[in-house]
């Protein structure tokens, strides 16, 4: 979503949404383990931000959330320049009571949504037969082609992203206003020494830092940011890395692992050439090998980031212990309040270091090795169908698939 003045009206609106879409298409079918980490993401900061308004005492839910963090709140501060505010923001503004809670129902977010549920339903049905037909094939011993396989790897994947984006509203098209008494600059005075540092985004980033974006930070890195110079922005990035938990890291790790993995069922499938059946076997074990090493990589690097090392560097003597430091349970998830529980998440996310050299020197041959691969068998998986073995035009009915005398 993007507020502001829209240059032509709803033809530049519709050609918007457009080419975000074409994008997210793209990348659903040349990455969905991509695209599912990003929709698991979302879904893990609007599954947060419930727990946030429930603690305040306000009936919040996940679409609320979604809707917040899409950027469908815009905050106008007295005398000061309106800024989009997150759900977490919104959380802030209310606890400190510089705005009212918003009464805005799930209908009302719903109804701002061109969502077709029936669409929805219909794509699902028809991905679902897909995979049914791949598991009948392989029941009944009947040769499919990499094509088909891929497609439905990229199906199984997006069931993942699909569940995640499931009370998510698509094509929102106006967003709600909220007005304070305060200015900008009476909430940053008010709110201390910690919105002293300047901010990225927007007056509010104080209250939680945003995970790193691939536009902004990584690409900033080299000095090559391709983000919208705006500030305040005027529409929040969706190229962010997923800010989550253990067990949502986990559910990534399998599901994503499990992608790559299905790309290693044609080991031995009947292709046109020996070298093409080496190089896809060469691919897939590339494709997969580097899906587990970047989760492994990323946990280590996560924990360092945020310090997670540090107690075993202090039990070891590699770290002297920081002044500041108490106890490390106050970052650990033995708290059962649940505000707490947020807080010393959304610290850490705060306190996070900043990405190292060493980090992009380790990822940049890991991903060009992942690109290469995966540009292979998606170009393979067309060229194979020249020629294929004659059991992929055999058709069976679904009722062979069931046990009978």
Same mark, same amino acid.
């Given at each position: 979503?993007?507020?502001a003045?829209r @240059? ?5 609106c519709? @050609?918007?949404i457009?080419?975000r ?18 929709a698991?993401?979302?879904?893990a &900061?609007?599954?947060r931000?419930v ?7 306000h009936?919040?839910?996940?679409r609320?959330?979604?809707f ?7 905050? $106008?501060?007295?005398? &000061? ?15 400190? %009571?510089?705005?009212?809670f918003? &009464? ?6 719903w109804?701002? &949504?061109?969502?077709?549920? @029936?669409?929805k339903?219909?794509?699902l ?7 049914i037909? #791949? ?12 094509? %088909?396989?891929s497609?439905?790897?990229i199906?199984?994947?997006t ?9 998510? !509203?698509?094509?929102v $098209? ?12 009476q ?5 201390g020494?910690g919105a002293?540092?300047?901010?990225r985004?927007?007056?509010l ?10 536009s ?12 919208? =110079?705006e500030?305040p922005l005027r529409?929040? !990035? ?6 989550i ?19 290693l069922? !044609?080991?031995n ?6 070298t093409?059946l080496? @190089?896809?076997?060469?691919?897939a ?13 990323e946990?280590?690097?996560? =924990?360092?980031?945020?310090g997670?090392w ?10 002297k ?11 650990g !998830?033995?708290?059962?309040?649940t505000?707490? =529980?947020?807080?010393?998440f959304?610290?850490?996310q ?5 990405? #190292? ?11 060009f090795?992942?690109?290469v691969?995966?540009?292979?068998m998606?170009?393979?998986?067309f060229v194979?169908l020249r %020629?294929v ?9 679904v ?7």
């Open positions: 979503m993007r507020w003045t @240059l032509g009206g709803p033809l530049a519709g @050609l918007q457009f080419f879409k074409a994008k997210w298409m793209f990348w659903a079918i040349v990455g969905p383990e991509i695209v599912f980490a990003v698991i993401g979302q879904f &900061s609007a599954r931000s727990k946030r308004f429930k603690s305040l005492g009936k919040w839910t996940v609320h959330g979604f917040a963090d899409m950027g469908g709140i815009l905050l $106008q501060p007295k005398e &000061s320049t309106p800024f989009l505010v997150n759900s977490r923001q919104l959380a802030y503004l209310v606890e400190k %009571e510089y705005i009212k918003p &009464s805005i129902t799930e209908e009302e977010i109804d701002k &949504s061109k969502a077709d549920t @029936l669409a339903t219909i794509t049905i028809q991905a679902s037969w897909l995979v037909q #791949l598991l009948g094939r392989a029941a009944l011993r009947i040769p499919t082609t990499t094509l %088909e396989l497609a439905g790897a199906v199984f994947c069931f993942g992203t699909f569940i995640c984006w499931l009370r998510k !509203p698509t094509d $098209q106006k967003g709600i206003v909220l007005s304070t008494e305060a200015t900008t600059a909430i940053l005075i008010e709110a020494e002293a540092t300047p901010y985004h927007t007056p980033d104080f209250v939680a830092k945003e995970s790193f974006t691939c902004h930070d990584v690409m900033g890195f080299f000095n090559l940011r391709c983000d919208n =110079r500030r529409k929040f !990035p969706n190229d962010r890395f997923p800010d938990g253990t067990y949502e890291k986990f559910a990534l790790f399998c599901m994503t692992s499990a992608y790559a993995a299905t790309h069922i !044609p080991w499938f009947t292709f046109p050439t020996r093409e080496l @190089l896809w076997r060469v691919s074990s590339i494709f997969t090998g580097v899906t587990v090493f970047f989760w492994v990589f946990t280590i690097a996560a =924990r360092q980031r945020f997670r540090d107690k075993y560097l202090i039990w070891l003597r590699l770290k212990p920081a002044p500041s430091l108490t106890a490390d349970e106050e970052m !998830p033995k708290r059962q309040d505000v707490k =529980r947020l807080d010393a959304e610290e850490e705060r306190n996070a270091k900043p990405i #190292l050299i060493w980090e992009i020197g380790l990822l940049l041959p890991i991903v090795l992942y690109i691969a995966r540009a292979y998606i170009a393979e998986v194979s %020629e073995p004659r059991g992929v035009y055999q058709t069976f009915e009722a062979q698939l069931i046990p009978h005398w």
